[in-house]
Each structure stands twice: as structure tokens, then as C-alpha cells.
């Protein structure tokens, strides 16, 4: 849940660092701090965001160093607990992300063998149990210290001893390191480096890496050689600038035109659909993710049942990786995730793999540890930089759909007007996203007028209702508003309890099988007292006399509009957070990926 970033080159290591980091700082902005390598080592610290940071810092020259943006896990927000963290004699500095689950007994062995502690992090263990096994070569000493290590970590190193050199390893967090010309950049992951460049090394799970004026050698933990690949990202640099947008999630929203042209390209032929992976024919599919991309997971169950007729169960990753799972080779577990780091969709995808299922990965991030779990297909959303998952989900909920006609039609299950009505709708989703991006005026107004609301309710029916959820979630972590979403026909059964005069009721109210019924929720909300906020299509003539505020997505087919729900509700969020001066991109206590439990 922290960034980490480290420098080497001709260039003054500070500035790169601080650019490094203030693009990593979505994965966390409690404190931040830098250690630069200069005949001593200097460090700069401070509680709070990057930029409290910069506006500390004293010049500091160097042409080395290392950095972290920090999510707290072990110890308040500080700048005592901010890293990087030193050993004793402050010549080893360490830069850490991930937890180290034995801190306690390494921290009691080390204190007892003279060690002074000034922090209560997890982290601070690091430099001295490197400092208790200095053997004058610093790879040795971080590859030693390590072996008595258990938990996740990605960190950077460096020391006094060696002034030319950072040493980094990884295990279960992320790790990048950047080739620039005569410089490399580390970074927890590429969007940070892309300015600087697209040539990249991904760390694998325990890989010890040395970078130095001679290059980056990588070994394995136990000392064996590793051949890496260079990888070239093709992301555009642009991609992760904010463009002009005030914040990254609504340039993320405005993206999702092209991202979702960018999601199909080159999936849907006469021929079928073509993804990345291969689709096993199995008994049942189990899908596997956490928050946004849970949500996106349930969707999916919708879509796959009713187009492929294959059983499938959707699963909150942090539940099932503790349930003994009833799982086999006859089934597919499929792991949702945008960033492809989140501990937890790990551990359960790892859990499921075990137990001999077939595993598939859905994911946004290029290189992400799950990429080397299973075969996946991308969601080729870009990066996305608000902590608020936007144009990650509908680009999981348009791969989800591809995924049910590839497996309908490979059974057998799917028509031949099914699959062209569904494909004709997909080729016309990008325009119909400009659509509700041309109206978003309207979502704006509408959005002004319930800032101020104490309370929100979001339902829907059938593919909607996992936007139901989604809208909520969207709302609730930006705007700070609590929100339950709920699935419509659950009304009678208790949420009807929380409705009182004037509540806004968000009723997902397009054209489907359940819109009658759906009419029928509105009319009980209603009627006790709500104010309802329809999403219906452009041509329904009807709902203005159920509703009292009407935002409009095109007509489209009932499988494809929920993305054009979700972007509505993402432009809904975003401006109730907007009028409530929210910290839109950054909302309090989150991070963008959550790569410990
Ligand atoms: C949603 O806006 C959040 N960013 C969060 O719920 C997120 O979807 C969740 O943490 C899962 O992340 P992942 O898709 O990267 O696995």
C-alpha cells in the first residue's frame, strides 16, 4: 500500500525522486521521505503528502537515492515512522512496501543485541538486521538479512559503503526498475517511470536485484542467476499526466470512450471473440475480487450464466481465502483485479490454484504480480491514478462480456442474433459513452443539488444491481457519505426501513426485463417519502411521472447499458464529492492498491 522509488544517474537524484513519487503517492499519502546518498547519507521526512515534503526539504545534492510514499499499517502517521528507516550508524537506509510479519521477534533479538529503534514500524527492522549482517558487501548483507524475513516486502537499499549503488528485492509487493539513458529508475510500478521511460524490468517474487553505474544485475534469493526480460510499455506517458483535468478521476471517466474502443480492438471479428488466454471448458466458473472489481465479478456472473449457462459463484477474495474452499479441476477460478497486486485476490487465486483449479486472470496493470500467477487477458484501461475505480471497472464489466459470448458460443449457448445483437452493441458503447459525457452538465446539476444529503440509497435489479453497489462505493469513498446499495427486490425485506422524507433514492431504472418491476420499487420509495434520481434511457417517455430528477443514458441493449449506468454514477459521485471539497483523488484512509491483508 506504499510507494517506494529510487534514483541512480548523472542527474540530481532529488527532483527525479520527488517527481517519482508524487505519481506513486495514490498508493498511499500519510508521510513521505527521501534518502540521498552523498558521502553520508541525508534524509528528509514529514508527515502528510509529498508536497509537505518538498516544501521541507533543504537542498540536497546527489546523485543517488531512494524514497517512499507511506499508507500506515504499523505505527501513526509520523515522521519519526515516515521512511526511509536507518541503521544505527545511519549508514544503510531502507525504503520498504508490504509488512514484515516477524518485526516483533526480530526487533526484540536485535534491540537485546544493542540496536536502537526509532519507530515503531514493521520497516525499521530492515536496515538494522542488514547493519547485524554487514559483511562489507551490501547485496550479501540485504540477501542474509532477508533470510530471516517472513512477510511481503519490496525495498531499496542503499549505503555509504557502496555510494554508487542501490540494492533492491522483492517478494508478494511490486517492483520495477526503469533504463533510462546512463540512469535507472526503481519504482513499485511503471506508471511513476513512464516520463522518464518505457524500458523497463519487472522483479519477480524473490529476486534480488543490483543496480550501478555498470547496469542491473538480478539473482535470485538464494544467490542463482536470472536472465530478465527488457519489456517496452506502450502506454502512453500522457496517460498518466492529469492533462488539464482538475483531478484524475475525471480525466479517468472522460477517458472511457477510448478506452473501452481500446478494450475491444481487435476482439470481435466474424469469426468470434479473440481474447489473450485461452478459455477452458469447465463445470463451473468461480470468480474471485475484492471491491470495485467484486462488483464488476458479480456482473460477470450475470452475464456468463445467462449467455454461456455455466454455474458461477462470486466470491469477496479476503472471504474465501479463508473458507476451505470447495474447489477442483473442474472449475475456472477467475481473478478480477485492476491493479493485479491486491494481496488478497492473490492469496485466493494461489488458494484455488492449489486445490488443482484452472485459473484465469482479469487484469489492468501491465506486469502486475498476477500476470505471473495465471494467464490473463487485459483490460487495457491505461493507468488509472484516482483511487476511485472508474475506467478500470467498465473496461472489466465490457471483458466480462466478452468472455460470456466467447463461452456462449463455444457451447453452444448463445444465438446467432444474441451474438449480434451483443457485438453491435459493443462496436456503439464508445460513442454511447460520449453521449453521457456530453450530458454530464446535467449530471453536474443534478449532483449540486444533493451535496448535502446525509445519506444515500442506490438500487437496482438484474445486471443493475451490481451497479447499484458500484455507484455506492463510488459515492461513499470520495464523498465520504454513507451509501447502501441494494438489489431492488430486496426493498420489502428491510432497506424499506431506511427510507424517511426526503432520502435520495438512486434507482437504476433502464429497459430490461425487470423495468416494470423496477417501476414498482421506485413507486414504494416514493411513497414513503424519498426523492428518487432515475437513470432511464433517452427514449423512455414514461419514468419523468415515477421520478423526480431523470439523468439519461442511450438506449442499448440491457446487457451493455450498466456501463452506461456506471458512468453516470461515476459523474454523479464525483460531483457530490466536487461541491463537498473532497480530496477527490486521494479520499482519506484509502490507497489505490491494497497489497497487504
Ligand atoms: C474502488 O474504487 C477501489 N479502488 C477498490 O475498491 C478496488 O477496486 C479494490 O481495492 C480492488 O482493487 P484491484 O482491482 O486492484 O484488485
Redesign the pocket.
Given at each position: 500500500m506504499c510507494g517506494i522509488v529510487g534514483y541512480l544517474g548523472k542527474s540530481e537524484a532529488v527532483p527525479v525522486l520527488f517527481d517519482l513519487l508524487r505519481r506513486l503517492e495514490y498508493r498511499g499519502y500519510d508521510s513521505a521521505g527521501i534518502a540521498i546518498l552523498n558521502g553520508s547519507i541525508q534524509t528528509s521526512k514529514a508527515k502528510g503528502r509529498v508536497d509537505n515534503l518538498i516544501s521541507i526539504t533543504p537542498e540536497i545534492m546527489g546523485c543517488t537515492g531512494i524514497g517512499h510514499t507511506r499508507w500506515a499499517t504499523h505505527g501513526e502517521p509520523s515522521s519519526e515512522n515516515a521512511h526511509p528507516h536507518c541503521n544505527c550508524e545511519g549508514s544503510i537506509a531502507v525504503v520498504h512496501n508490504g509488512i514484515i510479519e516477524n518485526y516483533i521477534e526480530l526487533k526484540d533479538k536485535l534491540i537485546a543485541s544493542g540496536h536502537k529503534f526509532r519507530s515503531e514500524t514493521d520497516s525499521e527492522v530492515l536496515p538494522h538486521l542488514i547493519e547485524e549482517y554487514y559483511d562489507g558487501d551490501l547485496e550479501s548483507s540485504v540477501r542474509n538479512a532477508l533470510s530471516h524475513v517472513r512477510g511481503s516486502y519490496a525495498i531499496a537499499v542503499v549505503s555509504t559503503d557502496e555510494p554508487d549503488q542501490i540494492v533492491i528485492a522483492r517478494k508478494d509487493s511490486p517492483l520495477v526498475i526503469g533504463l533510462g539513458n546512463n540512469e535507472h529508475f526503481v519504482a513499485s510500478d511503471v506508471a511513476a517511470i513512464l516520463k522518464h521511460t518505457k524500458d523497463v524490468i519487472f522483479m519477480g517474487d524473490g529476486e534480488i536485484g543490483v543496480i550501478n553505474g555498470g547496469g542491473v544485475k538480478v539473482t535470485t534469493l538464494g544467490g542463482g542467476s536470472v536472465e530478465k526480460n527488457i519489456e517496452t510499455i506502450d502506454w502512453d506517458p500522457e496517460s498518466a499526466e492529469k492533462s488539464g483535468y482538475e483531478h484524475f478521476m475525471l480525466k479517468e471517466i472522460f477517458e472511457q470512450p477510448a478506452v473501452i474502443r481500446e478494450t475491444l480492438s481487435g476482439r470481435i471479428s466474424s469469426d468470434g471473440i479473440d481474447l489473450d488466454a485461452a478459455l477452458p471448458n469447465v463445470r463451473r466458473i468461480v470468480i474471485l475480487?475484492?471491491?470495485?472489481?467484486?462488483h464488476a465479478g458479480l456482473f460477470g456472473r450475470y452475464v456468463i450464466e445467462r449467455f454461456a449457462r455455466i454455474p458461477v459463484d462470486v466470491e469477496i477474495a479476503s472471504e474465501f481465502r479463508y473458507i476451505d474452499p470447495i474447489i477442483d479441476c473442474g472449475d475456472l477460478v477467475i481473478a478480477?483485479?485492476?491493479?493485479?497486486?491486491?494481496a488478497d485476490?492473490l492469496a485466493a487465486i494461489r488458494e484455488a490454484g492449489s486445490r488443482g483449479s484452472q485459473k484465469l486472470g482479469v487484469v489492468?496493470?501491465l506486469g502486475s504480480s498476477i500476470t505471473r500467477e495465471c494467464p490473463c487477458i487485459q483490460t487495457r484501461a491505461g493507468p488509472e491514478i484516482g483511487?476511485?475505480?472508474?475506467k478500470?471497472?467498465t473496461s472489466q464489466l465490457a471483458v466480462l462480456l466478452l468472455i460470456a459470448i466467447r463461452l456462449g458460443s463455444e457451447r453452444r449457448m448463445i444465438t446467432t442474433a444474441e451474438m449480434n445483437d451483443l457485438a453491435a452493441g459493443l462496436r456503439q458503447i464508445s460513442g454511447n459513452i460520449q453521449r453521457v459525457l456530453n450530458d454530464a452538465a446535467r449530471t453536474r446539476e443534478c449532483a449540486k443539488l444533493f451535496a448535502g444529503a446525509n445519506q444515500f440509497m442506490f438500487m437496482g435489479r438484474g445486471a443493475n444491481y451490481p451497479c447499484a453497489l458500484e455507484g455506492a462505493?463510488?459515492l461513499k469513498?470520495i464523498s465520504y457519505i454513507p451509501a447502501e446499495g441494494f438489489a431492488a427486490g430486496e426493498l420489502k425485506h428491510g432497506p424499506l426501513a431506511l427510507i424517511y422524507e426526503g432520502i435520495p433514492v438512486v434507482a437504476i431504472a433502464t429497459k430490461d426485463a425487470v423495468y416494470e418491476k423496477m417501476l414498482g420499487n421506485i413507486k414504494e420509495v416514493k411513497a414513503r417519502g424519498a426523492t428518487v434520481i432515475g437513470i432511464a434511457n433517452e427514449s423512455d417517455t414514461e419514468i419523468e411521472r415515477y421520478v423526480d430528477h431523470v439523468l439519461r443514458v442511450p438506449d442499448a441493449d440491457p446487457w451493455i447499458a450498466p456501463i452506461l449506468s456506471s458512468v453516470v454514477l461515476q459523474l454523479f459521485a464525483y460531483y457530490v464529492a466536487y461541491y463537498r471539497d473532497c480530496e477527490i483523488d486521494k479520499p482519506r484512509n484509502?490507497a489505490?492498491?491494497?497489497t497487504v491483508e
Amino acid at each position: 500500500m506504499c510507494g517506494i522509488v529510487g534514483y541512480l544517474g548523472k542527474s540530481e537524484a532529488v527532483p527525479v525522486l520527488f517527481d517519482l513519487l508524487r505519481r506513486l503517492e495514490y498508493r498511499g499519502y500519510d508521510s513521505a521521505g527521501i534518502a540521498i546518498l552523498n558521502g553520508s547519507i541525508q534524509t528528509s521526512k514529514a508527515k502528510g503528502r509529498v508536497d509537505n515534503l518538498i516544501s521541507i526539504t533543504p537542498e540536497i545534492m546527489g546523485c543517488t537515492g531512494i524514497g517512499h510514499t507511506r499508507w500506515a499499517t504499523h505505527g501513526e502517521p509520523s515522521s519519526e515512522n515516515a521512511h526511509p528507516h536507518c541503521n544505527c550508524e545511519g549508514s544503510i537506509a531502507v525504503v520498504h512496501n508490504g509488512i514484515i510479519e516477524n518485526y516483533i521477534e526480530l526487533k526484540d533479538k536485535l534491540i537485546a543485541s544493542g540496536h536502537k529503534f526509532r519507530s515503531e514500524t514493521d520497516s525499521e527492522v530492515l536496515p538494522h538486521l542488514i547493519e547485524e549482517y554487514y559483511d562489507g558487501d551490501l547485496e550479501s548483507s540485504v540477501r542474509n538479512a532477508l533470510s530471516h524475513v517472513r512477510g511481503s516486502y519490496a525495498i531499496a537499499v542503499v549505503s555509504t559503503d557502496e555510494p554508487d549503488q542501490i540494492v533492491i528485492a522483492r517478494k508478494d509487493s511490486p517492483l520495477v526498475i526503469g533504463l533510462g539513458n546512463n540512469e535507472h529508475f526503481v519504482a513499485s510500478d511503471v506508471a511513476a517511470i513512464l516520463k522518464h521511460t518505457k524500458d523497463v524490468i519487472f522483479m519477480g517474487d524473490g529476486e534480488i536485484g543490483v543496480i550501478n553505474g555498470g547496469g542491473v544485475k538480478v539473482t535470485t534469493l538464494g544467490g542463482g542467476s536470472v536472465e530478465k526480460n527488457i519489456e517496452t510499455i506502450d502506454w502512453d506517458p500522457e496517460s498518466a499526466e492529469k492533462s488539464g483535468y482538475e483531478h484524475f478521476m475525471l480525466k479517468e471517466i472522460f477517458e472511457q470512450p477510448a478506452v473501452i474502443r481500446e478494450t475491444l480492438s481487435g476482439r470481435i471479428s466474424s469469426d468470434g471473440i479473440d481474447l489473450d488466454a485461452a478459455l477452458p471448458n469447465v463445470r463451473r466458473i468461480v470468480i474471485l475480487a475484492c471491491g470495485t472489481s467484486y462488483h464488476a465479478g458479480l456482473f460477470g456472473r450475470y452475464v456468463i450464466e445467462r449467455f454461456a449457462r455455466i454455474p458461477v459463484d462470486v466470491e469477496i477474495a479476503s472471504e474465501f481465502r479463508y473458507i476451505d474452499p470447495i474447489i477442483d479441476c473442474g472449475d475456472l477460478v477467475i481473478a478480477i483485479t485492476q491493479s493485479g497486486e491486491t494481496a488478497d485476490t492473490l492469496a485466493a487465486i494461489r488458494e484455488a490454484g492449489s486445490r488443482g483449479s484452472q485459473k484465469l486472470g482479469v487484469v489492468n496493470m501491465l506486469g502486475s504480480s498476477i500476470t505471473r500467477e495465471c494467464p490473463c487477458i487485459q483490460t487495457r484501461a491505461g493507468p488509472e491514478i484516482g483511487v476511485a475505480a472508474t475506467k478500470s471497472f467498465t473496461s472489466q464489466l465490457a471483458v466480462l462480456l466478452l468472455i460470456a459470448i466467447r463461452l456462449g458460443s463455444e457451447r453452444r449457448m448463445i444465438t446467432t442474433a444474441e451474438m449480434n445483437d451483443l457485438a453491435a452493441g459493443l462496436r456503439q458503447i464508445s460513442g454511447n459513452i460520449q453521449r453521457v459525457l456530453n450530458d454530464a452538465a446535467r449530471t453536474r446539476e443534478c449532483a449540486k443539488l444533493f451535496a448535502g444529503a446525509n445519506q444515500f440509497m442506490f438500487m437496482g435489479r438484474g445486471a443493475n444491481y451490481p451497479c447499484a453497489l458500484e455507484g455506492a462505493l463510488k459515492l461513499k469513498e470520495i464523498s465520504y457519505i454513507p451509501a447502501e446499495g441494494f438489489a431492488a427486490g430486496e426493498l420489502k425485506h428491510g432497506p424499506l426501513a431506511l427510507i424517511y422524507e426526503g432520502i435520495p433514492v438512486v434507482a437504476i431504472a433502464t429497459k430490461d426485463a425487470v423495468y416494470e418491476k423496477m417501476l414498482g420499487n421506485i413507486k414504494e420509495v416514493k411513497a414513503r417519502g424519498a426523492t428518487v434520481i432515475g437513470i432511464a434511457n433517452e427514449s423512455d417517455t414514461e419514468i419523468e411521472r415515477y421520478v423526480d430528477h431523470v439523468l439519461r443514458v442511450p438506449d442499448a441493449d440491457p446487457w451493455i447499458a450498466p456501463i452506461l449506468s456506471s458512468v453516470v454514477l461515476q459523474l454523479f459521485a464525483y460531483y457530490v464529492a466536487y461541491y463537498r471539497d473532497c480530496e477527490i483523488d486521494k479520499p482519506r484512509n484509502l490507497a489505490k492498491s491494497v497489497t497487504v491483508e
